[in-house]
């Protein structure tokens, strides 16, 4: 596993856990949906993020919560690359764009993005061809189904198996089309076609994903299952995401998203302390 990625003359060490901002774009996102459509409100949260110990700024545009609707290419476009664009400009860390299309993939490196973060893990068509043309390192993440329809009846054996047989798949897919080993990161896609109990398990055997042998990213922030277990709404859910943050880096985690950046790199700081702790 590399402890540093490159990309679009950016570099980012992991060497020690890193928290990732989450800077949605779009108007229907499930926590902050339509906050930071604008690249000057854009700019200003993720300067905030940046202040609060972030090391990348995640930028979607286009919302991935169960149900949600697809939005065309050129939506999303105008959507994330004039907030891209502001961003790499005046920010010293890696910009991730969060998205499946190609298309996009490639207007957003060129605008500044050093990270692909894929939710359909380079599946969609003419992906994996983009990612590997374009030589920045990609996350990969596991779903069962599709955004609007993957949590309508999501099924396992062993959810941990085969989620593991997915990555390693798809990891065994990228190298063959030209994608470096050391470009990859794997995310296991909690609440992503998964029920309470799937999610559950994923982040107690996350150790067991941690040695498919590339840096592990976990999105647990705000999530139905912190609701779920807790039985709180969505903005009192800051408590159970720094709880699941620092698990995950105990078991592993390279990098932890976060809405609430300032506590979650607190916690994954003492958590990444104990974890190397003699």
Do not use: W
């Amino acid at each position: 596993m590399s402890p540093t990625l490159y990309g679009a003359g950016q570099r980012l060490d992991l060497s020690q856990p890193r928290v990732m901002g989450i800077l949605n774009v779009t108007p229907d996102s499930f926590s902050d949906g339509g906050r930071f459509g604008s690249p000057a409100a854009a700019l200003a949260r993720a300067c905030q993020m940046v202040a609060e110990g972030a090391a990348l700024i995640d930028v979607g545009g286009e919302s991935t919560r169960p149900g949600a609707v697809a939005v065309s290419e050129q939506e999303e476009l105008d959507r994330v690359i004039p907030v891209i664009e502001v961003l790499y400009a005046e920010l010293p860390v890696v910009i991730s764009v969060d998205t499946s299309k190609p298309v996009v993939m490639r207007a957003a490196v060129a605008a500044g993005a050093g990270l692909i973060n894929d939710v359909r893990a380079l599946r969609e068509e003419g992906a994996l061809a983009a990612a590997a043309e374009l030589a920045v390192p990609v996350c990969l993440m596991h779903m069962q189904g599709e955004p609007r329809t993957m949590q309508d009846a999501p099924h396992y054996e062993d959810v941990v198996a085969e989620v593991g047989v997915f990555l390693r798949e798809r990891m065994r897919v990228c190298e063959q089309a030209g994608i470096n080993r050391e470009r990859l990161l794997l995310d296991p896609g909690f609440g992503f076609g998964k029920r309470l109990a799937d999610n559950l398990s994923l982040l107690k055997r996350l150790g067991d994903l941690a040695a498919l042998g590339a840096p592990l990213v976990v999105g647990v922030s705000r999530k139905a299952m912190i609701g779920a277990v807790l039985e709180v709404p969505v903005e009192q859910r800051l408590y159970g995401s720094i709880a699941l943050a620092a698990l995950a880096v105990r078991q592993g985690a390279a990098v932890i998203r976060a809405h609430d950046v300032a506590p979650t790199v607190q916690a994954v700081n003492m958590a990444a302390a104990v974890r190397a702790a003699p």
